[in-house]
């Protein structure tokens, strides 16, 4: 009798995985593998891991912990380890983990199913090395994921080899994939009822550079051939490295109102000597007058940023010029690390490692007044009317619905009527919370 078998996969790390982990939930669902929340029923375990730092990757081996005792009790369990820690240790985890059966890094993902019957038979196998390697197209599956927004990967891995970042090394050489497959991808989005897309890539600005000069696209093309599929409500993209932010991306944010007014600007840090030794190749000067670029183009654009504190030799005063940073940019949100070493980056062989304890100061600082800017963001928006895109099928028990403003804000309003997830509705904003905004229905 055939039973229904049953896949179990955690997510770590950024967009990119969890796009990742949505193709294998569909590759392992046309071999008639149902999707489970509970791993201790599972017949496939996928673990697909974050390395971006020393914190993401000790994460997934407390889960590999978990997942070992699993397989004593259920010797036919079959593991992969896939994503970014996979295409980092390669053979290695399999000859010292001895209960994983598969090794699959990022560019391999699409092998999957083949891999898994492999190791049903016993077989035990690393797939990492990444040979000559285009981005098959690959329709989204509309019964599972979101009915109203998706991720559609434009691209996969980074040439640009910051000195902290693992991420060359994990997700290899920039691959665009080809212009009519995402157009594809994204028609065939709109057509089953999906408002929003957000495009997705470690490094979007350098879309279809590894192309064909003759033919290829550029990513502020590929945004304005988006925003015209009828259907599409908004756009948002994500990541995009400041020094190639170009004068055609700004006026995208000038010409499309498709395009949602957020962008995410990573800056790690306010010194020009560590950005020097991060390798970033702009410096504060530039930045910021790409920040005030952006807001002619679109004055109420808001602005995210990632931060690092404590790289290797960071001296206090290069501290303090990131704390003045954030005073004059003024942070919509931030996230903020600690300087972690990562195997094969450059900055792992800098001298001057900054203490432990400088670290955990310097981040408490830095996260302490980027928290007291938000709020204070969150407060301009009190008295506004904003578009939101409902994200709630209900109202929560005090009667608000949920939503999200072009700029990323999580808005709760109230308002007679009921909404579809996808819907744009207008909001009159009240008031400003620490994470959030609350308002009511305008008309
Ligand atoms: N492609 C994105 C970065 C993705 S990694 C970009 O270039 O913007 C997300 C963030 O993790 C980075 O922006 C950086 O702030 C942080 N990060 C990366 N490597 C790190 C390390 N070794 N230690 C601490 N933080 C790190
Ligand atoms: Fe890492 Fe830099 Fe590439 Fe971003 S741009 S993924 S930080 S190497
Ligand atoms: Fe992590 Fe790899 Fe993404 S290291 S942040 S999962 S590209």
Redesign the pocket.
Known sequence: MHTERLAYIETFG?QMNERDSEIMAQLLAQESYVRTTEISLADVVVVNTCS??DKAEQKVYSLLGRVRMLKEDKPGLVVAVTGCVAQQEGRKIIDRMPFVDLVVGPQHIYELPDLVIQATHGHRVAVEQSKAFVIPPFLPAMESGSPYKRFVTIMQG?NNF?T????PFTRGREISRSFGDIIAEVNHLAANGIKEVTLIG??VNSYGLDQDPATRKTFPELLRAVAEIDGITRLRFT?S?PKDLSQALMDCFADLPKLCGHFHL?V?SGSNDVLKRMNRKYTIETYLEKVAGLRRARPDIALTT???VGFPGESEADFEATMQLVETVRYHAA?S????D?PH?KSTEFPDKVDEEVKIDRLARLQKRLQEIVEERNREYEGRNLEIMVESSGPNRDGQWAGRAGSNHVVNFTGAGTFVPGQLVTVHIEHACSHSLRGHLVG
């Open positions: 950024c971006i730092r980074c910051c902290y970042c693992v991420v470690q490094n990541t490295n990573p790690q990632d931060i690092i996230f690390f600690k300087y972690s990562r980056a």
